[in-house]
Nanobody
Framework: VQLLESGGGLVHAGGSLRLSCVVSGITISFNAMGWYRHAPGKQRELVAQ???????TYADAVKGQFTISRDNDKNTVYLQMNSLKPEDTAVYYCNAEPSSIFGSWGQGTQVTVSS
């Protein structure tokens, strides 16, 4: 399984980014998928997840700010991030939820939010 995240970058506080994650080697249709982030000095955390049926849940820190979606035809998961804050700075990864299902991680995409 390969996961390729993209769409990160440097933005000012209040800005938006849309992350994409293309998965190859397995179909994601039957898996719940999640976006995780790893900030310096912190543990990697799950910030958003979407079930195989499209139900979504979010960490309290990003509720109302982030939106996760999926396109099973493209084997791709997205994360729309709005009203970004400096504390959203992290490397963002996608994976199955739980992540142990795929057994590997992509390289992630860096999101840096300046104040």
């Amino acid at each position: 399984v390969q996961l390729l995240e993209s769409g990160g970058g440097l933005v000012h506080a209040g800005g938006s980014l849309r992350l994409s994650c293309v998965v190859s080697g397995i179909t994601i249709s039957f898996n719940a998928m999640g976006w995780y982030r790893h900030a310096p000095g912190k543990q990697r955390e799950l910030v958003a997840q979407i079930s195989s049926g499209g139900s979504t849940t979010y960490a309290d820190a990003v509720k109302g700010q982030f939106t996760i979606s999926r396109d099973n035809d493209k084997n791709t998961v997205y994360l729309q991030m709005n009203s970004l804050k400096p504390e959203d700075t992290a490397v963002y990864y996608c994976n199955a939820e739980p992540s142990s299902i795929f057994g590997s991680w992509g390289q992630g995409t860096q999101v840096t939010v300046s104040s």
